[in-house]
């Protein structure tokens, strides 16, 4: 019987199962407990995490947005907006933006791919635990929906100057923000982290 | 009285949940098991005084330098914030001015507040102040908007001697608030909250 420590009050708690859909919270500070569910669906999880991996591998190379001013059409990237930051004498913010931008989300892609492929077996290896962990902690750096709301106002600030149009790069942005929440959603860290060392049989 | 995992004996992972007796690391997800974060007050308020350190000059410092024959306009994010109110989208400039000045200054007060209740006296409602402590942790991230936002602006505004656009040196310390508030809300432990009141803030 395992027991499960709230992370933000350290209130012991029993460990239970929940249902898809269903949160456990902790008695007395309200926090989600990292508790597993009874299913969780393997393959449409890693489907889902592959999706989100094309998504935002087209993400990187398809224009944010253009703009056209006497004639003169520009378009940015992503990349090419840390590079050009780089170039223009700001390496510190443009290290930050690559890594915000490009490593983190395509760090965390890749560890909950082998998340995913190593829940698949029953037995689920430590290493997967591990991988998932930093799945989680690197979580908050990949924020495609902060550069989201971030083309959106370059846009409203650029359409000032020139005409301004959005372009494929801001919509593939948008789905890596749904489809990676989503695939993080399904693979469910609480319950990779049950099953390490199950048993055949066992949860 | 809900038992605790340190009061009896065990420590809780803060990454998996996790309740053991053992030391060093976690069976399942490998993350180091302190019963509390190491030093967890004097880590916070240091990243705090760095990102205030930083926050000053980034509203202060130019983060946008337009460039047009005859003339160099340096905004400041404020200016930015002006501009784009004039424009007429006042909820974008809401946005900004939410996520580039009030978030990083609402998430130093709180976090420096919380770290002074753990060592004066017991919060009085500590179901309330940890959920705060969530929206802190939960909203960093957003004072990077201003940075991406400038990044945009200045590789898509490049037509060469009609207007070009650089950045301003207060980029670079917009990311570092952020970097740093985003570090101390990681920092900090809000068990030490609970601690504080189990024993009516005399441990400190």
Request: glycine share 8%.
């Amino acid at each position: 019987m395992n027991a499960i420590a709230c992370p933000h009050c350290d209130a012991l708690h029993h460990a239970t199962v929940i249902e898809a859909g269903e949160d456990a919270r902790c008695l007395r500070c309200d926090a989600t407990l990292p508790v597993p569910r009874r299913d969780v669906a393997v393959q449409p999880a890693l489907a889902l995490t592959a999706t989100a991996v094309v998504a935002f591998a087209v993400s990187l190379f398809a224009p944010l947005m253009s703009m056209s001013e006497l004639g003169r059409a520009t378009s940015t990237t992503l990349p090419m907006s840390a590079a050009i930051m780089w170039f223009e004498g700001d390496r510190a913010s443009a290290v930050v933006i690559a890594l915000c931008a490009i490593v983190a989300p395509a760090v965390c892609l890749g560890l909950l791919l082998f998340v995913g492929a190593g829940a698949l077996r029953r037995r689920v290896a430590p290493a997967v635990g591990v991988a998932a962990r930093w799945a989680q902690e690197l979580a908050p750096w990949a924020m495609p929906e902060v550069m989201l709301l971030a083309t959106l106002v370059t846009f409203v600030k650029v359409a000032q100057l020139a005409q301004a149009s959005p372009g494929p790069g801001m919509y593939m942005t948008a789905a890596t923000w749904g489809l990676m929440a989503a695939a993080r959603d399904a693979l469910h860290l609480p319950t990779v982290w049950s099953r390490i060392g199950a048993r055949e049989g066992a949860l | 009285m809900i038992a605790t995992a340190a009061s009896l004996g065990f420590i809780g992972c803060t990454d998996c949940g996790l309740a053991t007796q053992g030391r060093g690391r976690c069976v399942r997800c490998g993350s180091a098991l302190r019963s509390r974060r190491a030093n967890s007050i004097g880590r916070t308020l240091a990243f705090l005084a760095a990102a205030i350190a930083c926050y000053v000059p980034a509203n202060a410092l130019p983060v946008l330098v337009y460039a047009t024959p005859g003339s160099i306009e340096a905004d400041t994010i404020l200016d930015g914030i002006v501009s784009l109110h004039r424009s007429g989208s006042w909820v974008l400039a809401l946005i900004v001015l939410g996520a580039s000045v009030m978030i990083p200054i609402g998430k130093i007060a709180l976090l420096v507040w919380m770290c002074a209740m753990v060592k004066l006296r017991p919060p009085a409602d500590l179901g309330q102040t940890t959920r705060l402590y969530r929206m802190v942790e939960f909203v960093g991230r957003w004072s990077m908007l201003d940075v991406f936002v400038d990044a945009f602006v200045v590789s898509l505004i490049q037509l060469g001697p009609l207007m070009s656009v650089r950045p301003g040196p207060g980029v670079p310390f917009f990311a570092a608030t952020a970097i740093f508030t985003m570090f101390a809300a990681r920092s900090f432990d809000p068990r030490l909250l609970w601690d504080a009141y189990a024993c009516g803030g005399r441990n400190a």
